[in-house]
């Protein structure tokens, strides 16, 4: 089955410089990645996804890039706000049939103000 | 709030007691997900449902687990005589499958203390 590696696990950055997360994966077969934000005692929240048809994608001060060479992808914040503090969570699934999804670890973002 | 919604947040049950959760996803999202997520871990797929067909469980889904969706709306999580080891956050998602897409939207969860 799909293992997916997160790093680091944690992560704390002064306001208003950058933060990347990096993930790899195992299975071939995944084609879809997602990554979520999770908050102190919510559920997850989809903050961008990205599949394999591309290799970058941004949403104002997020961005997400996949290497399916290498199977690795990388959640980068810029201009970061304390709002951003979390838990951040890659995941892999495939796009096809069922399309569960397999988590990393999560990296606990603090924001410096 | 038309997102996911779950149902208790939180409880706390004795060893050996039966409990079920419910989940109610977003209007018209054919696929309901359970997870089951522990501190300090990412969530672990459990089973999944499309309408009201169950079509995987993962071994993770002991034979004490059962998970219903009987009109594909709502779906329910029974746990039968609970361990201590069953405790943890159970996460919901629903997501609308249509070809190519498949986005999971979570809910708040229910937070299962086994004492």
């Known amino acids: 089955g799909e293992n997916v590696e997160q790093h680091p696990s944690t992560l704390s950055v002064q306001e208003g410089d950058s933060a990347v997360i990096k993930c790899t994966y195992s299975?071939?077969?995944?084609?879809?990645f997602p990554w979520y934000k999770q908050e102190l005692g919510k559920g997850p929240q989809l903050i961008i996804d990205?599949?394999?048809?591309?290799g970058e994608k941004k949403d104002q001060r997020i961005a997400v890039t996949l290497n399916k060479t290498a199977k690795h992808f990388s959640l980068h914040i810029t201009e970061t706000q304390p709002e951003d503090s979390a838990v951040y969570f890659c995941?892999?699934?495939?796009?096809?049939?069922?399309?569960?999804?397999?988590f990393g670890t999560g990296t606990r973002l603090t924001i410096i103000p | 709030d038309t997102g996911v919604s779950q149902d208790p947040r939180h409880k706390i049950t004795k060893r050996g007691q039966n409990v079920t959760f419910r989940c109610d996803p977003i209007s018209e999202h054919n696929r309901l997900y359970w997870y089951r997520q522990t501190l300090g871990q990412g969530p672990e797929f459990l089973t999944y449902?499309?309408?009201?067909?169950?079509?995987?469980k993962s071994r993770l889904l002991s034979d004490r687990f059962s998970a219903e969706r009987p009109k594909g709306s709502f779906s329910t999580l029974e746990i039968q005589r609970t361990e201590q080891g069953d405790s943890a956050m159970y996460l919901c998602?629903?997501?609308?499958?249509?070809?190519?897409?498949?986005?999971?939207?979570f809910g708040p969860g229910t937070r299962l203390t086994v004492l």
């Open positions: 299975d071939s077969a995944s084609n879809y």
């Open positions: 995941a892999a699934s495939e796009d096809f049939g069922n399309e569960k999804l397999t």
């Open positions: 449902f499309q309408n009201e067909a169950q079509l995987e």
């Open positions: 990205i599949r394999s048809n591309v």
């Open positions: 998602a629903s997501s609308l499958r249509l070809v190519g897409t498949d986005t999971q939207y």
